[in-house]
């Protein structure tokens, strides 16, 4: 079996992935490579010491034997703990890229954890193009289009794709190009059932037509306040440090220097590697 320098198994790798590493260069990071480890190591002992737990129980109960209320309770904890740490380290990672802004960890530590991928590649080409929107490379936002559609060719990937297309339209105020994308999000939305998360990314990316609507049309002050009142995604520091800086552009429409000045210094404050911060760093 071969091995690469990180120590990850080739024999695990899919044509999904290969073809991903082919056409977009991400950063090697030791310390994402060990967190990803440490994770898949873990969980790999916390999953097989629960398997082992409900063995025993499941034994005990059978042959009643005396500590089958012991082995019970063991089976119980052990597996309540692998579950736990799942959903800890999940979030975990999730915090990288929406709580700490650090898009070359998240891409590097997402791109270790999804080489041992073997299926949900449409969730996973999604995360993988969100990473790389929120850091700016929109040409290869496009690349993981691309493979949604020659490795995903479902009505899930098909909405996945739209949905990165409405972020990029957005991106460079495409008004008719977002327009197309909602609408096709709207009529895959008849037959994609999403998870809470998505469906809240779906009703968020469905206002943005109307939101360049209003900044075509000149209406600064109604934008303002309507950017105001959307529940951007759980209010992550990613989405407030989006959300400022749409403010930051309307509030310079405006010509209002003091929310300008309140809304860039939030961006650069807390952007850190998002290109939002990067956008306003230059200006």
Request: charged share 25%; proline share 2%; hydrophobic share 40%.
């Amino acid at each position: 079996m071969k091995w690469n320098e990180s120590g990850i198994s080739m024999a695990k790798r899919t044509a999904q992935y290969e073809d991903f590493t082919a056409l977009v260069d991400v950063p090697v990071l030791p310390d994402a490579e060990k967190f990803v480890k440490n994770y898949l190591l873990t969980a790999k002992i916390l999953k097989i010491i629960a398997i082992c737990a409900l063995v025993l129980d499941i034994v005990s109960t059978a042959l009643n034997l005396s500590f089958k209320g012991i082995a019970e309770t063991a089976a119980i904890v052990c597996l309540t703990v692998y579950i736990w740490y799942r959903v800890i380290s999940s979030r975990k990672f999730r915090d990288i890229l929406l709580q700490k802004c650090d898009v070359n960890k998240a891409l590097a530590a997402y791109t270790n954890l999804i080489s041992y991928a073997k299926g949900k590649w449409e969730i996973h080409f999604y995360n993988l193009g969100n990473i790389l929107y929120y850091s700016g490379r929109s040409e290869d936002v496009k690349k993981i289009q691309f493979l949604l559609k020659k490795h995903c060719p479902t009505r899930l990937g098909d909405m996945y794709y739209e949905m990165l297309g409405a972020k990029l339209a957005l991106h460079f105020m495409d008004r008719g190009e977002l327009q197309n994308h909602c609408s096709n999000m709207a009529v895959l939305s008849k037959y994609v059932k999403l998870n809470r998360t998505m469906r809240l990314i779906y009703h968020e990316i469905m206002q943005y037509p109307l939101l360049v609507q209003m900044w075509d049309n000149g209406q600064y002050m109604e934008l303002y306040n309507s950017l105001l009142q959307i529940k951007f995604l759980r209010k992550t520091i990613s989405a407030q440090v989006k959300q400022n800086y749409y403010l930051y552009k309307v509030s310079a429409a405006l010509r209002n220097p003091e929310k300008m000045d309140r809304h860039r210094t939030f961006v650069l404050q807390h952007g850190k590697d998002l290109w939002y911060c990067k956008k306003l760093e230059t200006m």
